[in-house]
């Protein structure tokens, strides 16, 4: 009996110690998670980091890494390896968990981490091809042994980091989630890639375009798909004149309509994804030298997306953001050279339509015989489960999904095949490897030949004085209208039938008017001779930019900086002026009237101390749900929405528009009756959100701007970010989207650079550099970039690496 | 109150090297040795154990301006950063307490 005790108070001890090294769903193992020595608590920075030396086999030569007072590193390198090597080592060093979960999720592979919470997310992954699409990109760049090399240089520096580490030192996400890092690669350089492909060109409405074919008829698809807005303000102007041969396309005598209204994944991009830049010619500016801005609109996150650098070897000094696993500069400058981008909406995602032989999916009908298909076996690991494993068909089109949707119940399956630029063999890098290098303008045009996806509208400005813009990528070349909706994968004039030769791509340099620019908006009028898109962002944006430069002269970086900061709404100058006068004012009581007086005397600037724009957007998002949902609701399928800014003028242009009904009431509204019902709801809904009219209602609180933990950690963002801007504003500030990075450069013969993203080099949540420039970014503030000649004499303190 | 100081320090020492769990050590060989009666040791144990772990993770927050331990609060949704560091210190506490209390329950023939 004298040992029960003892047993029993041990094996409580036992349990206990095993409990809190054990993961519970979600709750770290809570005994190693709140060791001070080694669980979360060791992740709290105390103090700035040391100097240090360390060497390593890999290396040939020298490395200095110096850090500035934000913590930006300066590589300076005797060779390519070492200058790699050392931008993996210290990027790792920086921002490892976000570089792993990145890769993590473009290979669809989260879930041997994180559990079944992300095996659809995964699964998904894995359907559309992404990893099968960076293991060809991974041979394309094996070709290119300068390539190559930096991708192995890098991945030795990632490593060497790694394997540095003991799990008291790994970032505080990994003791979090309860994993550890693994070894880097250059495929995972090649699906971080993929995973820019899939957030910047994974865009496709082709079965809801088809859908809204079938219940709406072909009258509608022109009226608000093909009819371009007249004040389309295209990237390549209308005077660029097209002195090419245009490479003549065959198309269907008919148009394709597919076997039922069926709902595939939806891959809308989100408004928020696009950019602003700009380059305008030394005749405009006050320096006689060109001056080149850029602000990339992505989703805000900590860390940010971007990493600043500067890398320093022989024949290479180049300085701006990277991404975290890709070697190389990817926006910033040179001694020489500035560039910069902005995503173009070109398509080049399309789904076909598949007719197989029998259920084995072996086989499949296209020009007019069986052809066979091939398979693809997906293993995805999940976390405290088994293996899951996804057998996925490929046809020539692409990988197959199958649609499964209320709409298709008791009817044969419908299979999709998916033709999707990301799974083309294409060497990428070599064009940033190229824009870091270049001197010239021609080098830009060279490079951008190596440019596949996801595609781009590259700006340069040089200091020989030249700027211009090139819409970069390889594009298919289609028929009009190819591929907006769903093809027919039987038929071979469905098939991208061969490209377009980049020289051809649309693109301008020196135009007449002293500088270019890009916004998402259409690449190129309407007389350019290739069909490209029919869905490219409002041209709110781009408008607004060409109208500003077109009336600026002696152009300085302050003004540039401004002009960032610009949150005028194309949008609501365009169409607030007929709904006050379309709104019926008789039946307005006190409150409204003294809310749309507010509005009244708006000057369309979205400024975060006002309350009318959000007043306006709330307005505007009812009456557009006011005039199309009704209808939209009516059908069984999904359908595609029409653009806000061909919207606008259909309203304005046809008062009796059917649509303006509401067809769920016996009454028939009118034009007036949807505005006047919309803004009293507004009212309505305003109220009850954020209480009376005042000071609550001001656009910097409405603009809900939560910054997430890229991981959705709770407490590692930073909420409620009170701001300007808009998303149909220059500064597209809104609801956690916006400038991830903003940056002004003067090219001359000293080029000086500019620039400011929402975050801090350090990917730390622990340490106070992680969102330390946060608030410059909210307040338009600009860091003058150290662009370093030699080695500096001051820093905050000093990486060396050398060989052994 | 000796008790308690070798704890503390043995286990702050061994836990520098030595995976978190390693804090149960000295419970068990402290409270086998000092032949204390159960509950008054697991008081010690859990009172030694409650300092270090404690106390480490006060001084990282004061040093740290609370940048972190504000985040874990956030993430936890206990509100305070305190409350943080009072879990680390009952957590190390209680896993010291039991090894203690396991250890003198041992040595219960030395008290008879």
Known sequence: ??????????????????????????????????????????????SLPNSDDFSFDELTGEVSVFFDERRVPHIFADNEYDLYFAQGYVTARDRLFQMEMQTYDAAGRLSENLGERTLSRDMGTRRLGMPYGAEKALEENKKDPEIFASLKAYSDGVNAYISSLSPKDYPVEYK????????????????????MTRILAAGSQD??????????????????????????????????????????????DTLFKPASAVELESFQ??????????????????????????????????????????????????????????????????????????????DVMDWYEIKFRDASKKEYWHDNQWKPTTTRIEEVKVKGQETVVDTVFYTHHGPVTKVESDINEGREPVYHALRWIAHEYSNDLRNFYEFNRAKTYSDFEEAVKYWTAPAQNFVFATNEGDIGVYVSGKFPNK???????????????????????????????????GFVSSANQESAAPDYPYYLEDDYAPYERGRRINDLLAGMNDITKEDIQEMQMDDYSYHASSILPQLLEWVNRDSLNNDEIEILTAVENWNFYNSSDLRAPGVFRWWWSNLYSGIFNDEYRSTEATLRYPSRDRVIEVMKAEPDFAFFDNIETEKIETREDVVTDT??????ELTNFYGE???????????????????????????????????????????????????????????????????????????????????????????????????????????????? | ??????????????????????????????????????????????????????????????????????????????????????????????VSGLATLSGSLLNVKGKE
Request: no cysteine; hydrophobic share 40%; proline share 8%.
């Open chain 1, 269 to 346: 991009r989100p408004e928020g994804i696009g950019s602003n830049n700009w380059a305008i010619s030394g005749s405009k500016t006050e320096s006689g030298y060109p001056i080149l801005s850029n602000d990339p609109h992505l989703s805000l996150t900590l860390p940010s997306i971007w990493y600043e650098v500067q890398l320093h070897a022989p024949g290479l000094n180049t300085y701006g953001v990277s991404l975290q696993g890709v070697p190389g500069v990817i926006i910033g400058f040179n001694e020489n050279t500035a560039w910069g981008t902005t995503n173009t909406g070109a």
């Open chain 1, 1 to 46: 009996m004298q040992y029960l005790k003892p047993l029993v108070s041990f094996l409580v001890l036992i349990a206990l110690i095993v409990s809190l090294n054990t993961q519970f769903g979600t709750i770290p193992p809570l005994g190693k998670f709140f060791d001070p020595d080694a669980g979360f608590w060791a992740n709290a920075e105390v």
């Open chain 1, 679 to 684: 803004f009293k709801e507004t009212v309505r």
């Open chain 1, 479 to 513: 028929w009009e209208y190819q591929g907006r909706t769903v093809s027919d994968g039987t038929d071979p004039l469905y098939d991208w039938q061969g490209w377009i030769p980049t020289e051809q791509n649309p693109n301008i340099k020196n135009p007449e008017r």
């Open chain 1, 207 to 252: 079965d809801r375009t088809s859908n809204t074919a079938m219940y709406f008829g072909d009258e509608f698809i022109e009226k608000f798909f093909s009819t371009k807005p007249a004040l389309n303000d295209p990237i390549v102007p209308p005077t660029k004149e097209w002195d090419f041969e245009h490479i003549p396309v065959q198309a269907p």
């Open chain 1, 693 to 804: 009219f005042g000071d609550n209602w001001n656009w910097g609180i409405m603009i809900n701007n939560d910054f997430d933990h890229i991981a959705f950690i709770p407490g590692f963002g930073a909420e409620n970010v009170y701001s300007s801007g808009g998303s149909e504003s220059i500064n597209a500030t809104r609801n956690s989207w916006g400038p991830s990075w903003r940056m002004v450069v003067e090219v001359g013969p000293e080029v000086k650079g500019y620039g400011v993203y929402p975050g801090g080099a350090s990917g730390n949540p622990g340490s106070p550099n992680y969102d330390s420039m946060l608030e410059s970014w909210r307040t338009g503030e600009l860091y003058e970039l150290q662009f370093l000649k030699e080695p500096p004499t001051e820093f905050l303190y000093q990486l060396r690496f050398k060989g052994n």
């Open chain 2, 1 to 94: 109150m000796i008790l308690v100081l070798l704890i503390a320090i043995t286990a702050f020492l061994l836990n520098l090297f030595l995976p978190w769990w390693s804090i149960a050590l000295p419970g068990v060989l402290f409270g086998y040795l000092f032949k204390q009666r159960g509950w008054p040791s697991f008081g010690w144990g859990f009172l030694a154990l409650f300092v270090v772990w404690g106390g480490q993770a006060l001084y990282t927050h004061f040093v740290n301006d609370g940048i972190l331990s504000s985040r874990i609060a956030d993430m936890l949704g206990v509100g305070s950063p305190f409350i943080v560091i009072l879990v680390t210190g009952v957590l190390g506490g209680l």
């Open chain 1, 176 to 195: 979090i989630l309860d994993f550890a890092p693994e070894e880097w690669t250059p495929l995972k350089t090649a699906q971080m890639l993929k995973n």
